[in-house]
T-cell receptor, first 112, second 113 residues
Framework: DAKTTQPNSMESNEEEPVHLPCNHSTISGTDYIHWYRQLPSQGPEYVIHGLTSNVNNRMASLAIAEDRKSSTLILHRATLRDAAVYYCILRGLINYGQNFVFGPGTRLSVLP | DGGITQSPKYLFRKEGQNVTLSCEQNLNHDAMYWYRQDPGQGLRLIYYSQIVNDFQKGDIAEGYSVSREKKESFPLTVTSAQKNPTAFYLC????????????FGSGTRLTVV
């Protein structure tokens, strides 16, 4: 199964940009890169996903390396509400559930 | 509004008892999943179902059982065979196309007393 690795924790100041990295060196050509975030005692929330090209939405931007072995979630202006655990995961063509593996993620702290 | 509903939010179980956690979705998603989360940890897959009347074991299926009699519903039973059931349980659903993500429920916190 394709796996991802992320830093355990990161810290940011409020209203500054945040770049959350993710490595996925064993990604296959059909794997989509998904990002979710989870607040305490809540279910994960979808943030963004992509395949090859960079993606933007109202929440964040996703920058995907040309070789697709890494990606970066960009929060353009961090707010206190962005403090959460961020998960980078891969969703593949087969075995949907088993390919959607959630590691420990990156715990983002936002300082006022 | 479409969504996925888990109930109850909190559940207490005595040792040796079976309990069933409810998960209902009205998103018309074919696939549904159950995850377990322990404090400070990521999510671990218990079971998943891609279609009605079919489901597959995940990484930690021992001590759990599921059914998928309707597209909208995917209940999880925590049996007495599960040695350490205290955890946060999350249900999710998705289309089967990998270009779509999960929608998660708000979770059920199970505590064995």
């Amino acid at each position: 199964d394709a796996k991802t690795t992320q830093p355990n924790s990161m810290e940011s100041n409020e209203e500054e940009p945040v770049h959350l990295p993710c490595n996925h060196s064993t990604i296959s050509g059909t794997d989509y890169i998904h990002w979710y975030r989870q607040l305490p005692s809540q279910g994960p929330e979808y943030v963004i996903h992509g395949l090859t090209s960079n993606v933007n939405n109202r929440m964040a931007s996703l920058a995907i390396a040309e070789d697709r072995k890494s990606s970066t979630l960009i929060l353009h202006r961090a707010t206190l509400r962005d403090a959460a655990v961020y998960y980078c995961i891969l969703r593949g063509l087969i075995n949907y559930g088993q390919n959607f593996v959630f590691g420990p993620g990156t715990r983002l702290s936002v300082l006022p | 509004d479409g969504g996925i509903t888990q109930s109850p939010k909190y559940l207490f179980r005595k040792e040796g008892q079976n309990v069933t956690l409810s998960c209902e979705q009205n998103l018309n998603h074919d696939a549904m999943y159950w995850y377990r989360q322990d404090p400070g940890q990521g999510l671990r897959l218990i079971y998943y179902s891609q279609i009605v009347n079919d489901f597959q074991k995940g990484d930690i299926a021992e001590g759990y059982s599921v059914s998928r009699e309707k597209k909208e519903s995917f209940p999880l039973t925590v049996t007495s065979a599960q040695k350490n059931p205290t955890a946060f349980y999350l249900c999710a659903s998705s289309p089967t196309d990998q270009n779509y993500g999960y929608t998660f429920g708000s979770g059920t916190r199970l505590t064995v007393v």
